[in-house]
């Protein structure tokens, strides 16, 4: 078809997806499906990377597919699946390991901040080529765009050069993807820490808003929110990063610019944009909460639609597989 295509994955993860992978990621996936070719995925291969309870990885991928769907992604427009349903992944992931260099690989830095917390003997391998199985992922689909946060910007950049590293030396074959990340919500900050990125794993509990808690606790949270000593809200991520993310936040989930929130907090004071934003997070997430949990109460029906996404993956990626292996010379 005509149609751009995009690609972009999500981990299973315990507990609920968090308003940075909401605002910066899962939102823009849901906004592209209409104009483009989407594959969605829930990457559970990238999971056990680090060490994951079998029957708890079943129940966070079915957990992350009913929030997709709760978000908006729709099965019928978009290719929603699971990584590991698409053999293909592992297999042409192979492929990209034996096309990139060690010193590249090591150059990744979530990889760098991961393992130095781990430390290296519980650093796995496949954390190592974590990101070249995101090369594999991206190029399976010869996806034009890769809707992602911030903190994904350098693997999309890896993508880029392996899949014109392939293309030269074997002939075109992949597209070379985009990454496509809106500057707004590219990187959501901590509520507590506002100058390190909101994160399941570096965020402080009442730092981070995870979407599927008691709303009344995420009121909290917002109420809470740590800002600066000046009262003025003004949009300004250096000197002001704490009240920045909020209007960043209530901009976003609002659909109204920066530029009339200032203009309507003139004047007042943080705990009137705090109070709003609260009832603004609640509204969101009273009824994402329902929606999750209706799916959930449905595994049948979710298992269904995982199967037909990964029938229409199946398509794509066995082609793409079967034109790279006839390349190589396998
Ligand atoms: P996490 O980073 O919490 O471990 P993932 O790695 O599964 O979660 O990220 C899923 C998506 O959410 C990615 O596209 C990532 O870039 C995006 N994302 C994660 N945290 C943030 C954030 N704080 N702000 C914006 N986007 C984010
Ligand atoms: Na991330």
């Not at 729709?74 to 990209?96: G, I, K, T």
């Not at 066995?318 to 190589?328: K, S, W």
């Amino acid at each position: 078809s005509e149609r751009l295509r995009v690609l972009s994955g999500i981990q299973p993860t315990a507990g609920s997806f968090h308003l940075g992978n909401y605002l910066g990621a899962v939102r823009q996936w849901v906004a592209l499906q209409e104009s483009h070719d989407a594959f969605y995925m829930v990457v559970d291969l990238h999971a056990i990377t680090v060490p994951q309870d079998p029957a708890e990885l079943r129940a966070n991928t079915r957990l992350a597919t009913a929030q997709l769907l709760a978000a908006g992604v729709d099965p019928d427009r978009s290719a929603l699946f699971v990584q590991s349903h698409v053999a293909e992944h592992a297999q042409l992931a192979w492929v990209m390991n034996c096309l990139t260099g060690f010193g590249e690989a090591s150059r990744m830095t979530q990889f760098k901040d991961k393992s130095a917390r781990q430390g290296a003997d519980r650093t796995t391998v496949g954390l190592f080529t974590y990101p070249v199985l995101q090369v594999a992922d991206i190029l399976l689909y010869q996806a034009h765009q890769v809707p992602v946060g911030e903190d994904q910007r350098q693997h999309i950049e890896l993508t880029r050069d392996i899949g014109e590293r392939f293309n030269t030396r074997f002939g075109d074959t992949f597209t070379i993807p985009e990454p496509y990340i809106l500057k707004e919500t590219a990187k959501i900050y901590d509520l507590q820490d506002p100058t390190i990125k909101m994160s399941k794993s570096a965020s402080s509990p009442k730092g981070l808003i995870n979407l599927l808690d008691d709303p009344k606790a995420t009121a909290k949270k917002v109420k809470s929110a740590v800002t600066d000593t000046d009262t003025v809200i003004r949009y300004d991520p250096v000197e002001k990063a704490g009240v920045s993310n909020l209007l960043t936040i209530m901009s976003v989930l609002t659909e109204t610019p920066i530029a009339d929130l200032e203009k309507s907090y003139e004047g007042k004071m943080y705990g009137a944009l705090k109070t709003d934003l609260a009832e603004v997070m609640v509204d969101f997430v009273t009824p994402f909460r329902t929606r999750t949990q209706e799916y959930l109460d449905d595994p049948e029906t979710l298992d269904k639609i995982l199967a037909k996404g990964a029938e229409k993956a199946r398509v794509v990626a066995a082609e793409t597989l079967a034109q790279t292996y006839e390349r190589i010379g396998f």
